[in-house]
């Protein structure tokens, strides 16, 4: 089964737009090879973007818009929202190439979507219809919900994405993916670590937020990026990481949180929001939030 074939036909309007972006995903595999170079210039997070960013972002940002499908989006590659002039059923949230500080040494990077209804991408996670990432490592994959299952795809010879993983479910595995330097650890983030160390959690870091998620969706455990000494809010972005894959893990039966709360629950203070990020199986998140709370 093909992803047109698997993607509902209840709203015919976000499958194609889940199609377009799939499509987009495409595009971008197949540029890699030929956009390898450094933008040399900064995103709104004094982050230094590479050739692919820009154009990643350029790409979809023009699909959308001509799409007739997308009122407004908003990337992480820019600092405001973007109305479309054809206008269109949804908004969309995007970072369009997670991890791409990795692309020059050929480890796996993604595409992050968030998708909502109405022209207003800013609202809390929760109100999503769907999300989605495509992956870029030794596959190319498409992961998606409607908020009907978590599905995964992989792009075949035909240029067709093939269901893979049906109905996937959060692992098991005692897996952790800890961001930030463990000296600027927090104390009630130090305990937490501590306590899934002694419980025997194995640490898996690629600094590739998508595709640590991607491994812990698939295996279990705990991504996180947390708030540390001298940037207590984190480093990670609310609207375009942490909702998008909170939102999917949380559909595949695991949840999200920035410590104190779900994250799927705030209202983002603006574009550039960002937060410390728990996601993974629902015990390790509950006792990310146990620690965090200072129970
Ligand atoms: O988008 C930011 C990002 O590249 C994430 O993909 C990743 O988890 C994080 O930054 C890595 O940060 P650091 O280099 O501090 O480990
Ligand atoms: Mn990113």
Same mark, same amino acid.
């Given at each position: 089964m093909n992803l047109r074939q698997h993607i509902p036909d209840d709203d015919p309007e976000l499958k194609e737009l889940i199609l377009l972006i799939a499509e987009? #995903?495409?595009?971008?595999?197949?540029?890699f090879i030929k956009k390898q !170079?450094?933008?040399? @210039?900064?995103?709104?997070?004094?982050?230094?973007?590479?050739?692919?960013?820009?154009?990643?972002?350029?790409?979809?940002g023009e699909d959308f818009c001509n799409s007739g499908l997308v009122?407004?989006?908003?990337s992480e590659e820019r600092p405001e929202v973007i109305?479309?002039?054809?206008?269109?059923?949804?908004?969309?949230?995007?970072?369009?190439?997670?991890?791409?500080?990795?692309?020059?040494?050929?480890?796996?990077?993604?595409t992050?979507?968030?998708?909502?209804?109405?022209?207003?991408?800013?609202?809390? #996670?929760?109100?999503?219809?769907?999300?989605?990432?495509?992956?870029? !490592?030794?596959?190319? @994959?498409?992961?998606?919900?409607?908020?009907?299952?978590?599905h995964e795809f992989a792009l075949d010879a035909e240029g067709e994405f093939v269901l893979q993983h049906e109905d996937m479910k959060i692992g098991s595995s005692k897996i952790y993916a800890p961001g930030a330097l463990r000296k600027d650890w927090l104390p009630g983030h130090k305990k937490l670590i501590e306590d899934l160390e002694g419980q025997g959690y194995k640490l898996r870091f690629s600094g590739s937020f998508v595709a640590d998620v991607h491994q812990i969706l698939h295996k279990g455990g705990m991504f996180t990026y947390p708030g540390f000494i001298g940037r207590e809010q984190g480093k990670l972005r609310l609207v375009f990481e942490l909702n998008p894959m909170g939102f999917i893990v949380t559909q595949a039966g695991?949840?999200?949180?920035?410590?104190?709360q779900n994250n799927l629950d705030l209202t983002p203070e603006k574009i550039d929001h960002r937060v410390p990020v728990y996601v993974g199986g629902r015990t390790e998140i509950e006792l990310a939030e146990k620690y965090m709370k200072g129970d």
């Amino acid at each position: 089964m093909n992803l047109r074939q698997h993607i509902p036909d209840d709203d015919p309007e976000l499958k194609e737009l889940i199609l377009l972006i799939a499509e987009g #995903g495409k595009k971008i595999q197949s540029s890699f090879i030929k956009k390898q !170079g450094v933008a040399g @210039t900064q995103n709104i997070y004094d982050e230094e973007q590479v050739e692919m960013d820009v154009w990643a972002d350029q790409v979809l940002g023009e699909d959308f818009c001509n799409s007739g499908l997308v009122a407004a989006f908003a990337s992480e590659e820019r600092p405001e929202v973007i109305n479309c002039e054809k206008g269109g059923k949804f908004s969309v949230v995007m970072d369009p190439l997670d991890g791409s500080s990795l692309m020059g040494i050929n480890l796996s990077v993604g595409t992050i979507i968030g998708i909502y209804a109405g022209d207003n991408p800013l609202l809390p #996670g929760r109100e999503m219809v769907a999300a989605m990432y495509v992956l870029y !490592g030794p596959l190319t @994959t498409v992961t998606y919900t409607v908020k009907k299952g978590v599905h995964e795809f992989a792009l075949d010879a035909e240029g067709e994405f093939v269901l893979q993983h049906e109905d996937m479910k959060i692992g098991s595995s005692k897996i952790y993916a800890p961001g930030a330097l463990r000296k600027d650890w927090l104390p009630g983030h130090k305990k937490l670590i501590e306590d899934l160390e002694g419980q025997g959690y194995k640490l898996r870091f690629s600094g590739s937020f998508v595709a640590d998620v991607h491994q812990i969706l698939h295996k279990g455990g705990m991504f996180t990026y947390p708030g540390f000494i001298g940037r207590e809010q984190g480093k990670l972005r609310l609207v375009f990481e942490l909702n998008p894959m909170g939102f999917i893990v949380t559909q595949a039966g695991g949840s999200c949180s920035v410590g104190t709360q779900n994250n799927l629950d705030l209202t983002p203070e603006k574009i550039d929001h960002r937060v410390p990020v728990y996601v993974g199986g629902r015990t390790e998140i509950e006792l990310a939030e146990k620690y965090m709370k200072g129970d």
